[in-house]
């Protein structure tokens, strides 16, 4: 996700090696009330087609007026367990959340979310480790050798992975990259400013070598279409992979707006890396709209946002290997959104009140047509 760099909280160190209760049995899973397990968005989905969320917590909810949701909001937690079987970090497995200080790094709410994900039978999707934004002062005011620098990285990658070997299904590796005209970040990346483009690879070596079961992925916004940026994509990983980096997938995050036109060539995009034999997936869709002076969206723009979270949902179910879709969180009343994009919201499939939108409805239905 685009995001600014926040002040990093105050945190303990951790210890660095997987405590026990992150390997809980998995216990039965909580139904949103008034709803049977049928009538969830896992619950509708076929076998082995994984629906997520983002987990809501850091970023820009640290200067909102309520305590962190994930672990202070028990209706949301309820349904996060109930409608997802799979979820994401929205910012606490960021750099300048789990690594604040250098040789400190602070676990504890990452693990809480590894830990709610096996109590309730979800897998993870691990965000992210090598990134221009959300990096610590410590690392990015450095006066760091570039030996120094690749040995503090390689460090972070090989105790984050190895942290949660076994944990985390796929792992946002290298997260945007490039910019939209296909040219690689070297002036904001610090590690592609200061160590050069095949760090890139030396990244996705690293956390194949700490956790050799988990996907490793790039991930980028801004590449749903054929375009300059995703054939960087589809230049780069073609060639790391002649080179037998261990590159698994590619992804789209998917931050719509109907204020624009929806990404009619998705599906034969993702095609296209499909086609190299990789995993796709849809990582951090929303849907966000201009709303009126009400701030209540009308049923006109509720429609079009449906019909865009059922086009993409679509194209995913369309594409071999394209099993996992994430929408970055699920309810208005922690969206990202409003914070970052003055004037539009409604991103989600539900209310600030959990009450479920049409988007919702169209994600369920097209899951269980499916099955």
């Known amino acids: 996700m685009k995001s600014i760099r926040l ?7 951790a210890a660095l090696s997987v405590p026990s209760t992150l390997v809980a049995t998995a216990a039965p ?35 909102q007026p309520y305590p962190d949701p994930f672990t202070s909001d028990q209706p949301y937690r309820r349904v996060l367990a109930a409608e997802f079987d799979s979820v994401s970090a929205e910012n606490q497995m960021k750099w300048e959340y789990i690594h604040p200080e250098r040789g400190t790094y602070n676990f504890g709410m990452a ?40 040995s503090i990285l390689r460090d ?79 230049a780069l990983i073609t060639q790391l992979r002649a080179q037998h980096v261990p590159v698994d997938g590619f992804s789209a995050q998917s931050h719509l707006s109907i204020r624009y036109g929806f990404p009619g060539d998705l599906e034969t995009n993702l095609k296209r890396f499909s086609a190299l034999g990789l995993k796709t997936a849809i990582t951090e869709l929303d ?54 994009f003055q004037g539009e919201g409604a991103a989600t499939v539900m209310g600030d009140d959990f009450s479920r939108k049409p988007a919702y409805t169209a994600l369920r239905n097209t899951l269980a047509a499916r099955r």
């Not at 002040?7 to 160190?13: E, F, I, N």
């Not at 970055?328 to 914070?339: A, H, I, L, N």
């Open 156 to 234: 972070h990658i090989k105790r984050v992975v190895g942290r949660y070997k076994g944990s985390i299904q796929q792992w946002d590796v290298a997260n945007e990259i490039f910019t939209d005209t296909g040219a690689l970040r070297t002036t904001e990346n610090i590690w592609l400013r200061e160590l050069g483009p095949g760090i890139i690879a030396d990244a996705f070596r690293w956390a194949h070598e700490a956790d050799p079961k988990a996907k490793l992925f790039f991930n980028d916004y801004g590449v749903e279409s054929v375009n300059a940026k995703s054939d960087a994509y589809l």
């Open 287 to 340: 849907v966000r709209m201009d709303l009126p002076e009400s701030g209540v969206p009308t049923e006109a723009q509720l429609a079009q946002q449906a019909d865009y979270y059922t086009r993409t949902l679509t194209a995913c179910l369309n594409v071999r290997g394209c099993d996992s879709f994430t929408i970055w969180g699920f309810t208005d009343k922690y969206s990202w959104v409003p914070v970052f």
């Open 29 to 63: 899973v909580d139904r949103t009330p008034g709803h049977s397990a049928k009538d969830t968005l896992r619950g509708a989905a076929p076998k082995g087609f994984h629906i997520g969320t983002a987990v809501a917590g850091g970023g820009h909810h640290e200067s």
């Open 111 to 150: 693990d809480k979310i590894v830990r709610f994900a096996k109590q309730h039978g979800q897998v993870v999707r691990g965000h992210t480790l090598l990134w221009h934004s959300q990096n610590p002062a410590w690392l990015e005011q450095g006066n760091f050798t570039a030996a120094g620098l690749r």
């Open 7 to 13: 002040a990093t909280a105050v945190v303990v160190a």
